[in-house]
């Protein structure tokens, strides 16, 4: 909520269009927190390339950047279904989001969920309001599906949950019609991109528990392996002569992937945590190109 007067004034009277978009969904691994210390890095010149993401999630960075042209790629289908939606039909999915607002209770997100698992007919806009409902009043905003494409995280327990940005989801769509979307792995990237296109990777990460010795270890379905053939991407990238950013933790795996390239450190906030043990910032490294 906005608590300067200044702040105040310019929500009353900025269009929703004009104001900076910011990520419609949360999103685990999102990266709104490390936008300052990821800006620095961005390629000289970045303004006038077509900025790239292959896992787009959350999308902080185009969001907060507001490139004038993208290619945004995801593997999660829902995820880009909904940034569709809301790119071609906002006032569709405001709608949709008002109602299910409107009678929002522990029992009814889990009709919502069960709807939206089973009904077959919805509209495209009809599935992005329920997406970005049970992603505003789920459990933590996780986003899991079960082996036939459920999605099964429970409820949360919020006591005013927001789930009606409208605002939001009206310069969340501004920005995207500048955006072509598509779902696809990472490896899809090899037949888009193009010379001179900046491309910011930010996969699921490598685990930093003693369970990384696995090679098999999987986090989100996303192996070492997967980390693997991610760098086979990257490198063909570099020499196709795109401007490469990627994201990941920081372990000796992954600085082994990328020894041929410019690693920095950058220390990610984390959360509040009653552990002690876990708070503090989180280092991790970006791997560039250039
Ligand atoms: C760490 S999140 C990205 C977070 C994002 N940068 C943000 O700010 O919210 C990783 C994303 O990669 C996607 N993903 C997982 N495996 C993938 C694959 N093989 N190809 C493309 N995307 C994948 C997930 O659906 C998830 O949205």
Known sequence: MPTSSAARILDQTTPAALRAPSPIVKWVGGKGRLLPQLTPLLPPGVELMRHVEPFVGGGALFFGRRPARALLCDVNPALINTYEAVRDASGEVIGHLEDLASEHSKESYYRVRERYNRARKLTSAQRAAMFIYLNKTCFNGLHRVNRRGEFNVPAGRYKNPNIVNADGVLAASAQLQSAKL????????????????????????????????????????????????????????????????????????????????????????????????????????????Y
């Open 182 to 289: 598509v779902c696809d792995g990472f490896e899809g990237l090899l037949s888009r991109a193009r010379p001179g296109d900046f491309i910011y990777f930010d996969p699921p990460y490598e685990p930093v528990s003693e369970t990384a010795n696995f090679t098999s270890y999987a986090q989100d379905g996303f192996a070492r392996e997967d980390q693997m053939r991610l760098r086979d991407v990257f490198a063909a990238l570099d020499k196709r002569g795109c401007k490469l950013m990627l994201s990941n933790s920081d372990v000796p795996f992954i600085r082994e992937l990328y020894r041929a390239y410019k690693i920095d450190t950058i220390a990610a906030p984390r959360a509040i945590n009653c552990d002690a043990k876990r708070r503090g910032p989180v280092p991790e490294v970006v791997v560039r190109n």
